[in-house]
Nanobody
């Protein structure tokens, strides 16, 4: 069984910063891609940023230059540093990790519980 636990959300004024963390625990052989998604009220869940096992990153156009995704291989943790936050960044942020548990060659994707980020103007 694998669990993802997120932390770091909260309320911040426009122009401020927050850092999200998502730690995986349980039966883990290796972690492939890690990513952050967000979902605003009444909207679909969209990709914010992801990072491969080799460290290659990809960002949504709306956050390029403001957000940075990184990972700590030893801690099975992915981070999202969010700077210059805007009210339109307000959403529930979810992490997703692609994990191999070693029982077979399948990569299974797990979601975190979500953390609220609210940016006031």
């Amino acid at each position: 069984q694998v669990q993802l636990v997120e932390s770091g959300g909260g309320l911040v004024q426009a122009g401020g910063s927050l850092r999200l963390s998502c730690a995986a625990s349980g039966r883990i052989f290796s972690i492939r891609a890690m990513g952050w998604y967000r979902q605003a009220p009444g909207k679909q869940r969209d990709l914010v940023a992801d990072i491969t096992s080799a460290g290659s990153t990809n960002y949504a156009d709306s956050v390029k230059g403001r957000f940075t995704i990184s990972r700590d291989y030893a801690k099975n943790t992915v981070y999202l540093q969010m700077n210059s936050l805007k009210p339109e960044d307000t959403a529930v942020y979810y992490c997703r990790q692609g994990i191999m548990d070693g029982s077979d060659y399948a990569t299974r994707y797990y979601w975190g519980q979500g953390t609220q980020v609210t940016v006031s103007s």
